[in-house]
């Protein structure tokens, strides 16, 4: 059964700083999911990976399959991105879809 | 159309109240999921339909029934509810197989 981890769980920025949030599981997966929640909406789905690395826009988002470990990158961050954002993995090894293991998310505060 | 679109947006009632929360999507997906989100903590896994039959209950209590009379659409159903009940109830919806989800903006549920 996996077990996920994030960090920072909160992550106060100045507008234009790179943010790193990071995320570690424990059991093999096949996908990795990056998720954006503001707060009392829904879920956006910013990335599902499973190698390497993706881009979109001012987002990336990178793992290494190896070290069971990934990092969603934020370039010149802007007040809007305030929300918080959320890694999720299979709960079980070769799990079915949507049974996800959520991490406890990393809420994020740009500052303008 | 990439939405899934969930009603209502908030929902108020009270513990003898028969209530039901709806989602619809169009974009040809036949697995559709209920989650529940608590306020600060991440979503757990409720029910998943796979070709409009339930495949998996993660041992919900039975005054939640879900129902996805087709396709399109995924109904829970509230019944005698508790106050502990009061969360976010998110829908989602993939490709059967595919780890990409697509999440709806959730129903906020109050129980008074």
């Known amino acids: 059964k996996n077990e996920v981890e994030q960090s920072p769980q909160n992550l106060t920025a100045q507008e234009g700083e790179f943010i790193t949030i990071n995320c570690s599981y424990s059991v093999g997966i096949s996908a990795l999911h990056w998720l954006q929640q503001h707060p009392g909406g829904g879920i956006v789905s910013l990335f599902m990976?499973?190698?390497g690395k993706k881009k979109h826009g001012r987002l990336i988002a990178t793992i290494n399959i190896q070290e069971k470990h990934s990092s969603l990158h934020i370039t010149a961050s802007h007040p809007r991105d305030s929300a918080v954002y959320i890694c999720a993995v299979p709960l079980y090894y070769g799990g079915s879809q949507g049974n996800l293991i959520f991490g406890k998310g990393t809420k994020l505060s740009v500052k303008p | 159309d990439t939405e899934v679109t969930q009603t209502p947006k908030h929902l108020v009632m009270g513990m003898t109240n028969k209530k039901s929360l709806k989602c619809e999507q169009h974009?040809?997906?036949?697995?559709m999921y209920w989650y529940k989100q608590k306020a600060k903590k991440p979503p757990e896994l409720m029910f998943v339909y796979s070709y409009e039959k339930l495949s998996i209950n993660e041992s919900v209590p039975s005054r939640f029934s879900p129902e996805c009379p087709n396709s399109s659409l995924l109904n829970l159903h509230l019944h005698a509810l508790q106050p502990e009940d009061s969360a976010l109830y998110l829908c989602?919806?993939?490709?059967?197989?595919?780890?990409?989800?697509?999440f709806g903006s959730g129903t906020q549920l109050s129980v008074l």
């Open positions: 989602a919806s993939s490709q059967v197989g595919s780890q990409e989800l697509f």
């Open positions: 990976l499973s190698s």
């Open positions: 974009m040809g997906h036949r697995a």
